[in-house]
T-cell receptor, first 113, second 115 residues
Framework: SQQGEEDPQALSIQEGENATMNCSYK?????LQWYRQNSGRGLVHLIL?????REKHSGRLRVTLDTSKKSSSLLITASRAADTASYFC?????????????FGKGTHLIIQP | DAGVIQSPRHEVTEMGQEVTLRCKPI?????LFWYRQTMMRGLELLIY????????DSGMPEDRFSAKMPNASFSTLKIQPSEPRDSAVYFC?????????????FGEGSWLTVV
């Protein structure tokens, strides 16, 4: 079973618009991370948010965490064509022992030029 | 740094053949992970090592799968015999420290097709 589930599964927006992706998880977590995967490539770490944090920023990325709702969101502002990729949330819990992350199935984001 | 290096990048093999995937983690990283990615199941953690010692192999799907890490700079994932349902992208990843609060660095993946 998946610990993190991203929503929507696919998202298509115009360049310059903001993109919001959501992640819901089932069990309590210590940390939540977001990764990006370009087509045919490996995953790349974007941002980490800890359970005692509510919001973090990194460049055009904004991540929020609501532990009461067991959910997180990733906002990409002023999207660019190069942001086209799949985005995954990853958490501890369920599988992976103390060190392995459990990934959702991802949101496929397409930025239309 | 060269990053996590995986080989082969692509492999097509016949059912029943042995497949060996190779990984060189980032130097100095104590943790190595093997993940499998498919459309149906997403990314699944198969096994991970700490200082060359397997810590959790509960994700290895069957006895046909085995993984070794003979030294800090090399790991293999072996499938014997391979089956069509093993077709997937296999990722090796490494991390400097344990715990889920640390970044995991992924290789580019090995794309396996079993026909």
């Amino acid at each position: 079973s998946q610990q993190g589930e991203e929503d929507p599964q696919a998202l298509s927006i115009q360049e310059g618009e903001n993109a919001t992706m959501n992640c819901s998880y089932k069990t309590s977590i210590n940390n939540l991370q977001w990764y990006r995967q370009n087509s045919g490539r490996g995953l790349v770490h974007l941002i980490l948010i800890r359970s005692n944090e509510r919001e973090k920023h990194s460049g055009r990325l904004r991540v929020t965490l609501d532990t009461s709702k067991k959910s997180s969101s990733l906002l990409i502002t002023a999207s660019r064509a190069a942001d086209t990729a799949s985005y995954f949330c990853a958490t501890d819990g369920e599988r992976g022992g103390a060190d392995g992350l459990t990934f959702g199935k991802g949101t496929h984001l397409i930025i239309q030029p | 740094d060269a990053g996590v290096i995986q080989s082969p990048r692509h492999e097509v093999t016949e059912m029943g053949q042995e497949v060996t995937l190779r990984c060189k983690p980032i130097s100095g990283h104590d943790y190595l992970f093997w993940y499998r990615q498919t459309m149906m199941r997403g990314l699944e953690l198969l096994i991970y090592f700490n200082n060359n010692v397997p810590i959790d192999d509960s994700g290895m799907p069957e006895d046909r799968f085995s993984a070794k890490m003979p030294n800090a700079s090399f790991s293999t994932l072996k499938i014997q015999p391979s089956e069509p349902r093993d077709s997937a992208v296999y990722f090796c990843a490494s991390s400097p420290r344990g715990g889920t609060g640390n970044t995991i660095y992924f290789g580019e993946g090995s794309w396996l097709t079993v026909v």
